[in-house]
């Protein structure tokens, strides 16, 4: 089985300053990971993925998220947070290529507020 | 990048109706097409998975007879909702898969019961 925690239910954060949304997650087999967006009343955007080879991944909007497997984390970070990237944050998890068919699960999310 | 239209975007029904909801890859085939519930300040809950000619798989707790799934070609699904309840209130999000394997979301579907 699969599963994925995201700690904090919400995150707080000055304009400028570095962001950090945790995950952990727990595979059985090599773990697909990803991170999503979703802004109010609106359909998860697709952020960044790790699959294989290098622990750091970039990904849109200067997202970046760095694979530890030791401590099985995923965490997802930013340098300089704006207002704008004020949203709900998801990670999500698949164990192997074509687990299930392609099922994905999701942690419970956390909210990002980026006050100005 | 691959699009995933869901229709209609926001819904409101009265108690006992029928409510269906569609989810359309506009620029490549879905083999396989997913259906998310979720409730507010809440994550995704997976309630099936549709593949194209086949039947869809539910989710444990998911009654099949209430959420009716129909993935009927390779570029649409539709969640019809039967006899819908205020407890199906919900925002439904579709995903899409095709060859390459990329999951691709729908912009979700607010349904409100009254």
């Known amino acids: 089985a699969q599963s994925v925690a995201q700690p904090e239910d919400q995150v707080n954060v000055a304009e400028g300053n570095p962001l950090t949304v945790k995950c952990t997650y727990s595979v059985s087999g090599n773990p697909y990971l990803f991170w999503y967006v979703q802004y109010p009343n609106r359909g998860l955007q697709f952020l960044l993925k790790?699959?294989?080879?290098?622990?750091l991944v970039k990904g849109s909007y200067g997202f970046e998220a760095e694979f530890n497997k030791s401590q099985t984390s995923f965490h997802l970070k930013k340098p300089s947070a704006l207002v704008s990237d004020s949203a709900l944050y998801f990670c999500?998890?698949?164990?192997?290529?074509?687990?299930?068919?392609?099922?994905?699960?999701f942690g419970g999310g956390t909210r990002v507020l980026v006050k100005p | 990048g691959a699009v995933v239209s869901q229709h209609p975007s926001w819904v409101i029904c009265k108690s006992g109706t029928s409510v269906k909801i569609e989810c359309r890859s506009l620029?490549?085939?879905?083999?396989?097409m997913f259906w998310y519930r979720q409730f507010p300040k809440q994550s995704l809950m997976l309630m099936a998975t549709?593949?194209?000619?086949?039947?869809?798989?539910?989710e444990q707790g998911v009654e099949k007879d209430k959420f009716l799934i129909n993935h009927a070609s390779l570029t649409l699904s539709t969640l019809t909702v039967t006899s819908a309840h205020p407890e199906d209130s919900s925002f439904y999000i579709c995903s899409a898969t095709g060859t390459t394997g990329e999951l691709f979301f729908g912009e979700g579907s607010r349904l409100t019961v009254l």
């Open positions: 549709s593949n194209e000619g086949s039947k869809a798989t539910y």
């Open positions: 999500a998890v698949r164990d192997g290529p074509k687990a299930a068919g392609n099922k994905l699960t």
């Open positions: 790790y699959i294989t080879g290098d622990n």
């Open positions: 620029d490549f085939q879905a083999t396989t």
